[in-house]
């Protein structure tokens, strides 16, 4: 079945430090990659995706993620993060098969301190 | 475009009132998605519309629940009865299919008494 993992529920990072957020799917085919980010109260917004072609993917808000097939793991970055990124953050895999429907991890709640 | 809207924002009703949820998707995306939040069990699908059509509802949880989708621009999730453990925030999103991403509603947060 498929799956994503987000193994650290919580992540505390001093503003201006890098940042990296782990993400491993399981699942049978080529997969497409979320990372979708919520605020309190809020929607859902999507920062990047993964389709295909290059594996380090560019997003919103200076963020990036690398797929790598091997690891089978979608793990996000961020070389310097800012108090506004405090969020919590969502991995998702996209099941094109079922009209791209996401199976979302548990997600990683992100503080940043001063 | 205004994005998915969602209404309404905020829901309390009483056990065994009958709640609807209503979403106006983005115009010109054919797939349509019902999401539940809970702090238990994380963001789940409940159901998938595509071209007005429900393709998946095997996450909908109970025969309580129940969505329609009369058009292009509109969806419902309804319960009825509701009953407090559906206390939780409900998403509706849209995609235009293929490999494109889904865009997410501001969500309904649902508190049953």
């Known amino acids: 079945a498929q799956s994503v993992t987000q193994p650290d529920i919580h992540i505390t990072v001093s503003e201006g430090a890098s940042l990296e957020l782990r993400c491993n799917y399981s699942?049978?085919?080529?997969?497409?990659l979320f990372w979708y980010v919520q605020s309190p109260g809020q929607g859902l917004q999507l920062l990047l995706k993964y389709f295909s072609g290059d594996t380090l993917v560019q997003g919103i808000k200076g963020f990036e993620a690398e797929f790598k097939r091997s690891q089978s793991s979608f793990n996000l970055r961020k070389p310097s993060v800012h108090w506004s990124d405090a969020a919590e953050y969502f991995c998702a895999v996209g099941l094109m098969e079922y009209g791209n429907k996401l199976v979302f991890g548990a997600g990683t709640i992100l503080r940043v301190k001063s | 475009d205004a994005g998915v809207i969602q209404s309404p924002r905020h829901e309390v009703t009483e056990m065994g009132q009958e709640v609807t949820l209503r979403c106006k998707p983005i115009?010109?995306?054919?797939?349509l998605f019902w999401y539940r939040q809970t702090m238990m069990r994380g963001l789940e699908l409940l159901i998938y519309f595509n071209n007005n059509v429900p393709i998946d509802d095997s996450g909908m949880p109970e025969d309580r629940f129940s969505a329609k989708m009369p058009n292009a621009s509109f969806s419902t999730l309804k319960i009825q009865p509701s009953e407090p453990r559906d206390s939780a925030v409900y998403f509706c999103?849209?995609?235009?299919?293929?490999?494109?991403?889904?865009?997410f509603g501001q969500g309904t947060r649902l508190t049953v008494v």
């Open positions: 999103a849209s995609s235009a299919g293929g490999n494109t991403e889904a865009f």
């Open positions: 115009s010109g995306h054919n797939s």
């Open positions: 699942y049978g085919a080529t997969p497409y």
